[in-house]
């Protein structure tokens, strides 16, 4: 009987200690599994924090994006318009600069023949013999 009760013993403890075994295994696979889920846990919890990061970011960038194309039309058409009011007065430059240089040739024509109006003059005049004014009164 002592040896049944000793078999019996051994029996409990041998399936005490395996069950305590298989306990203690079931609880580490647990924690390691835990640790893995917690680690995945704030892996993702980082990941959706850079994802919303992001997302502000794309949201700025697209707003600023639209703001300076926005403000890339209105400067176009500004330029277009002052370009449109700025070619009359570009005409009329060219107009006025190319009546400039008709008028400068046409002064140094005219002075051109004042000279020679001038030398013309006093060569006849040097051909002429003018006499003293007492002799037509005689």
């Known amino acids: 009987m002592r040896q049944g009760r000793r078999c019996q013993r051994y029996d409990f403890f041998f399936v ?4 305590r075994c298989s306990c203690e295994s079931q609880e580490r696979e647990r924690a390691v599994e835990t640790a893995a889920s917690a ?8 990941r959706i924090n850079q994802l919303n990061i992001l997302r502000e970011s794309n949201a700025t960038l697209r707003a600023d994006c639209e703001k300076h194309a926005k403000r890339t039309r209105e400067l176009e058409a500004k330029l277009k ?3 449109a009011e700025l070619e009359p007065v570009k005409e ?13 040739a046409h002064v140094v024509r ?6 020679r109006w001038q030398e013309r003059n006093a060569q006849l005049l040097s ?8 002799h037509l009164f005689i």
């Open 16 to 19: 005490t200690t395996s069950h």
């Open 39 to 46: 680690s995945q846990h704030a892996e993702l919890v980082e």
């Open 81 to 83: 318009r002052v370009s």
């Open 92 to 104: 009329k430059s060219r107009t006025s600069q190319a009546e400039l240089e008709a008028s400068k």
């Open 110 to 115: 005219l002075e051109e023949e004042n000279r």
């Open 127 to 134: 051909k002429v013999t003018f006499f003293p004014l007492r």
